[in-house]
Structures are given as structure tokens and as C-alpha cells.
């Protein structure tokens, strides 16, 4: 969809980091930041002693703009050697809508754990992806922090369903 929205891989690469407006733009500038760095300790360096984002102050933009998420990515994405395969901005986005399928997974898994029915988490699923425009901003504003953290959330959820399943019970469930 956001490739349909704006034939994202048929616009050069200024283009599509202009794409991302507002503060997703500065997200990802951190992310390209450190790729650009001759080393990780470079970049986290730079990240740490910033000043080039507010005038006339220095500031630690891991901590004031938790960009830590952006830090993670650069560092597999140097770590693996994956510029062999892929162009930093695509292992960027499509690491954010792998964690969408993540979050949709969460969903089913959380659905399927309290009804006890693998027919509510595929509802569950298929809802979410039907209503995915009044649901999630992924598809246009692609490095929002409630991207990063909406997946973790899910998780938590399912996590804590499995936890407490075995305590639900018909009997206790009507007190």
C-alpha cells in the first residue's frame, strides 16, 4: 500500500527519505546518521553530542528523542552486511511492517487464547487488516514511535492472556 500510495521504488532515494514528513523524517535522518558514520562508536558518539539539532545546544538525541530503535537497526544492518541486499531505507521500512505482521500475529494469538477458538484470532486478524486505516498510520507515517511499540504491546498482551488462561474457567468467569 505505501508502494501503491507512492511508487516508492520508482523515485530516487532523496525522494523517498522526503517521504517521510514531520518528525519521521528526523527519525530516520538519526537511523542514516549512523550508517554513515565510519564506525558504530562514531555514530553513537555523534548521537550522544549532538549539535546540529538545536542551535546552539548540545544534547543527547538517544535519550531526548529515544531514537534507541534507529540505533538497533543501523547496528544489524552494518552488523550483517546486509547493504549486499538492501538499500538502507528499504531494511528500514520493511523492518517496521514486519513488525506490523508481528502485531496481527499478536492479535490472532490474543483472540485465539481467550475464546478458545482459532475462528475469533482469524476475526480478530481479518478485522484488524480490514480496518487497518482507522487502526494503524504505518502505511504513511512509517517511523512513528507507536509503530515501534504497538507490536511490543500486542506481544505483552498475548503473553499475559497465556499467563492467566489457565485460571479462566467457566465458573470463574461468571463472578
Known sequence: LHEND????????????????????????????????PSIQTGLHSL?????TESMRTINVLQRM????????????????????LEPIYFYIYTLFGLQAVYVVALYVTSWLLSGTWLSGALAAFWYITN???????????????????????????????????????????L
Open 6 to 37: 507512492l511508487w516508492f521504488s520508482n523515485i530516487k532515494e532523496v525522494e523517498r527519505e522526503i517521504s517521510f514528513r514531520t518528525e519521521c523524517g528526523l527519525y530516520y535522518s538519526y537511523y542514516k546518521q549512523m550508517l554513515q558514520a
Open 48 to 52: 550522544i553530542y549532538d549539535n546540529k
Open 66 to 85: 529515544n531514537v534507541y530503535q534507529e540505533v538497533f537497526l543501523s547496528i544489524l544492518y552494518r552488523t550483517f552486511h546486509i547493504k549486499k541486499f
Open 132 to 174: 487497518r486505516v482507522d487502526t494503524t498510520r504505518v502505511e504513511f507515517t512509517i517511523p512513528l514511535r507507536e509503530n515501534w511499540a504497538l507490536p511490543v504491546f500486542a506481544i505483552q498482551v498475548a503473553a499475559i492472556s497465556f499467563l492467566f488462561r489457565p485460571h479462566l474457567r467457566p465458573a470463574h468467569e461468571r
